[in-house]
């Protein structure tokens, strides 16, 4: 009868910070008898839970109490670098108890040695029970159950070198305990990887050294001549047919009427996906009614074929004559005329490979193109709106309400009514923002109406103004004024004239992204741009386990790309078509003139690849995969990070990893100096803090800047469509949630809780936890108030201090987008409903009744939090306002004797007396609040003028 040890990990508490950032990601090693099991790893939790239960062989029931358990805690490094220790416990195996008296028992940590620094409690539940033996026939049972079901049952080895190895494999035999399939925090940080890139590797390449190498074969398509006339008209629509082996063919695009055709197109094949030695190259007729028509064909030997590397390819192509099929007998089709093509050997960086219509990619389809987009220029056009003059009004009898309405494209804005009220209204400082693109491509439109009620206008006159006939300026000069001529109705007759000034501030930067996550922050005037300080290079590897994102042929499938955006510049790769693993390995690059900003990666499903018409026309959207920040600040200057990140989406159902994402980075920075000059200037143009724009102004602006980005990018071949560009530069952020409600309100207490953490300190100090620190402390202390010129250097010293201790904790890999801060790991899932909710809401009025009410209650909260450090305040301004006279005179009496006390006696003396009050032993000490405070809560405030 065997005997098995359970040993559940329930929780820590409290833990040793390690990671140099306040906190630490643990995991525990479990160690019995030789046995040794892990738990998982919880990412930057001081109190991690795990729940993970293991099971041990106990070898020698009868000796169980001379055994001993011992649990180790780490904290896990991200680089390289060794596990931390945090802790461990040891318990004999007198301790445990038989199943049925087990309890949850909290731990305290212990040391591994007197230089160890640990602190916290780990809890566990651990017992112990007696296998009851099987009858043969039971067994037979269970292996017949067991095929039945389609479990495999794992051979026993024939030899085991050691006892150890014998325990675990009865370990694994006989474990009827399997821990529950849960997706962790853990697995979605980021992961260290090592590809074979030649900046690695040290091999010598011009080009391409951040991606791995791939080879295709490459086939220039050019023209052909003198085929032969299959129509009736004497003529062919041919067309080129590219196969190898037997594989599905690539073709290029039909040329009518015409036996003398012009393709230009370059095809090429992955080296790893090609099954076959031959090329063969065939053009055929197209025919509509019937069968293509063969015009002849070209075999090309894989083996053959050149090689050519960069910067020497492509091959110039050359003439083939077109032969018969093989096997054909020669006479019965007739064949003729000439091809001219070139196939070589080449890699990704070849300069054929952008262009070229790859096999792995869907073929000649051009959504699955990479590409390279820049977004518009934009522009701030500020229109002031002067005076107008000579305004005919309609009725005679009433005084016009005159107000200007301004529209350019979608963008519609309108002034306040003129306080004069007559025919030549004026509107002081009356400024209107609104964002251009160029080439511009809409006029200026204004209209003078009269307000005759609510929502109903009359129009007095309207004008157009072509964009390029208006001034641009790159600072705060004021611009010439200028009188338009105002019409109606698309008649030429004078209705008066109105007065404006028009200008493009090319001296601001246009929003179109998150300040949070901004990757330019250059003026719009190209004079006022500063040179480059370095390069960011940027290698798309590739991805693995996507998730299958849509159905084709009744099973799971997915076409999945990437686009990449820093500053004005897109990229898009091509896409990988049918492949939850897809490989790249293509290279960008970038100029970069400021290092804190941000590069965005987001992988996206391609959905325009349908072959169903039905499908296209319902207007299909490419499904989102996950996206990808780094800030650029975070990099070392030439070193290459390879890592993967994980692709994470918020869904209804809370959040998924959809994949993970393979990328090589590296800045290069050309002058240290020079970017570290940058940290002590603006980040924004200096317009930004001269005539700086309202938050909620700029914010408008930002989402027409948006608007007109997509739309232009839209047009593009093959386009960057919406739904890509939106979800980039993150168009919702803005929009309520009580997810990120959560999310800012734990950032907040992130913040304070260095603040907490050294009010800690001191009432630990102050309390006397640890004698031998506070002794220190009481010395320090005397050494500043007799040197109290040391105070500031001592100051310095040790925020230097701290600084040099936590650079061994440093981040060694670029942060990746964080579950458990985003509040995403364990939400609410009716929170997750209200945030995928529309706007407006498409929710029965019962459900956004119980959702409002919510909200009141967190706004009560807030509104309470909120009034409370109101009252606070409040009680400090009535401390001398005599709003309650005998406070105040308490206060004014005290301040009175202390200036006399401090006036008579020597700051060093009343330091000294008021240092060792406050860090008196608690044996001096009693547990009601101190007098001063006492004093400040019974001040009043103005809380009890509320209504």
């Known amino acids: 009868m065997g ?35 892990r738990t998982k790893v919880k990412s930057k939790d001081l109190s991690p839970v795990w729940n993970e239960r293991f099971e041990f062989q106990i070898s020698d029931p009868a000796n169980m109490g001379m055994e001993v358990l011992e ?16 802790g461990r416990v040891k318990l004999p195996g007198s301790s445990f108890v038989r199943l049925g008296e087990e309890a949850i028992v909290s731990y305290p940590l212990e040391k591994r040695n007197i230089f160890s620094h640990v602190r916290g409690e780990l809890r566990m539940k651990i017992w112990y029970y007696d296998e009851v033996p099987q009858s043969k026939a039971n067994k037979e049972e269970k292996k017949a159950e067991a095929a039945a079901t ?23 035999e006989s474990s009827s305990y399997s821990p529950p399939t849960v997706v962790h925090p853990g697995e979605y940080v980021l992961r260290d990887t090592a590809p074979m890139l030649a900046s690695i590797t040290g091999e010598k390449v011009t080009a391409y050294d951040l991606v791995e190498k791939m080879k295709f074969l490459y086939c220039r398509v050019v023209k052909a001549r003198a085929l032969a006339a299959k129509d009736a008209n004497g003529s062919s629509d041919p067309f080129v047919k590219l196969k190898i082996g037997e594989g599905r063919p690539a073709e290029t695009k039909v040329i009518p009427k015409t036996l003398n055709p012009e393709w230009n197109q370059t095809f090429a094949f992955n080296h790893d996906k090609i099954q076959g030695p031959v090329l063969e190259i065939t053009v055929w007729d197209k025919d509509t009614a019937s069968r293509d028509d063969f015009l002849g064909s070209v075999t090309f030997e894989l083996s053959e074929v050149p090689t050519r590397v960069p910067p020497d390819s492509p091959l110039a192509p050359s003439w083939y004559r077109l032969e018969e099929k093989k096997g054909e007998i020669k006479g019965e089709t007739r064949v003729k005329g000439e091809i001219m093509v070139a196939v070589w050997w080449g890699t990704q960086a070849d300069e054929a490979f952008t262009e070229a219509w790859h096999f792995d990619s869907g073929g000649q389809h051009s959504h699955t ?31 016009p309400e005159v107000s200007v309405k301004v529209q350019l494209g979608i963008q519609a804005m309108k002034t306040k009514v003129s306080p ?11 400024d209107l923002l609104f964002v251009a693109a160029e080439p511009f491509e809409e006029p200026l439109s204004l209209t003078v109406e009269d307000r005759l009620g609510p929502s109903k206008d009359d129009v007095l006159g309207f004008v157009r103004i072509p964009l390029n006939t208006i001034e641009r300026r790159a600072d705060d000069r004021l611009v010439p004024s200028r009188w338009y001529n105002l019409e109606k109705n698309g008649e030429k007759q004078f209705r008066g004239r109105i007065h404006l000034r028009l200008c493009f501030d090319g001296g601001y930067h246009v929003m179109d992204e998150s300040t949070n996550h901004i990757s330019d922050m250059r003026p719009t005037a190209k004079q006022l741009w500063k040179s480059p300080l370095g390069v960011l290079e940027v290698g798309i590897i590739s991805g693995q386990n996507f998730l299958p994102m849509k159905t084709k042929d009744a099973r799971g499938t997915t076409d999945a790309y990437c686009v990449a955006k820093y500053g004005p510049k897109w990229i898009r790769t091509r896409t ?54 780094i800030r650029l600040s975070t990099l070392e200057s030439d070193r290459v990070y390879t890592h993967s990140y994980p692709l994470l989406m918020l869904q209804p159902s809370g959040v998924k990893k959809m994949g ?11 002058s240290f100096l020079h970017v570290m000059q940058l940290y002590f200037k603006p980040p924004l143009p200096k317009m930004h803090y001269r005539h700086p724009l309202r938050v909620t102004h700029l914010e408008n602006l930002r989402l027409a800047a948006i608007t007109i980005v997509c739309s232009r990018l839209a047009r593009s071949e093959p386009p960057l469509r919406n739904e890509v560009v939106r979800y980039m530069l993150d168009i919702d952020s803005n929009l309520f949630s009580m997810r990120r409600s959560k999310v800012n309100y734990y950032r907040i207490m992130g913040v304070f809780s260095g603040v907490l953490a050294i009010v800690k300190w001191f009432d630990d100090i102050c309390k006397w936890t640890n004698p031998v620190t506070t002794v220190l402390v009481h ?6 108030v007799w040197y109290p010129e040391l105070i500031l250097p001592t100051l310095f010293l040790y925020m230097f201090l701290i600084g040099a201790w936590h650079y061994r904790f440093r981040a060694r890999a670029p942060s990746s987008m964080d579950a458990k801060l985003s509040q995403a790991v364990e939400v609410d899932p009716d929170e997750l409903d209200e945030e995928f909710d529309t706007i407006p809401t498409s929710k029965s009025p019962d459900m956004v009744r119980a959702r409002y009410e919510r909200l009141r209650i967190v706004a009560s909260r807030i509104q309470t939090v909120l009034g409370d450090l109101a009252a606070q305040g409040e009680r400090f301004h009535a401390l001398l306002s005599w709003r309650d006279p005998r406070a105040t005179a308490i206060f004014i009496t005290f301040c009175l004797i202390a200036a006399i006390v401090l006036y008579v006696t020597p700051f060093q003396v009343v330091a000294v007396l008021v240092g060792i009050y406050v860090l008196r032993h608690p044996r001096f000490r009693n547990h009601m609040p101190p007098v001063p405070l006492n004093f400040f809560r019974r001040l009043p405030s103005l809380a009890d003028r509320i209504l």
């Not at 003139?593 to 990666?601: F, I, R, S």
Request: hydrophobic share 35%.
């Open 3 to 37: 005997r098995k040890l359970v040993v559940e990990v329930c929780s820590g508490h409290n833990l040793m910070p390690k990671d140099g950032q306040g906190s630490c990601s643990a995991f525990c090693y479990v160690d019995f008898d030789g046995q040794r099991r």
């Open 71 to 86: 649990v180790s805690v780490y904290c896990e490094k991200s680089g390289r670098g060794k596990d931390s220790f945090l």
């Open 150 to 172: 389609g479990i495999a049952s794992e051979k026993k080895p024939e030899a085991v070198k050691s006892t150890t190895a014998q325990k675990e494999e009865k370990k694994q």
């Open 369 to 399: 193109k990479s590409k390279v987009y820049l977004s518009p220029k934009l522009w701030y056009l500020r229109v002031t709106v002067i005076e107008a003059q000579d305004l005919v009004a309609p009725n005679k009898n009433r005084y």
């Open 420 to 430: 004069t009220r007559n025919t030549s209204p004026n509107w002081p400082n009356d």
């Open 576 to 629: 990988i078509v049918d492949n939850f693993n897809p490989k790249w390995n293509e290279q960008y690059t970038w100029e970069v003139y400021d290092p804190c900003t941000v590069l965005t990666v987001g992988v996206f499903d391609n959905c325009h690849l349908l072959n169903n018409l039905a499908e296209k026309a319902a207007g299909s959207k490419d499904v989102r995969i996950g996206k990808v920040r």
């Open 660 to 670: 993970e994402i393979e990328l090589a980075v590296r800045f290069s920075c050309t």
């Open 779 to 784: 010395i320090l202390f005397l050494i500043l």
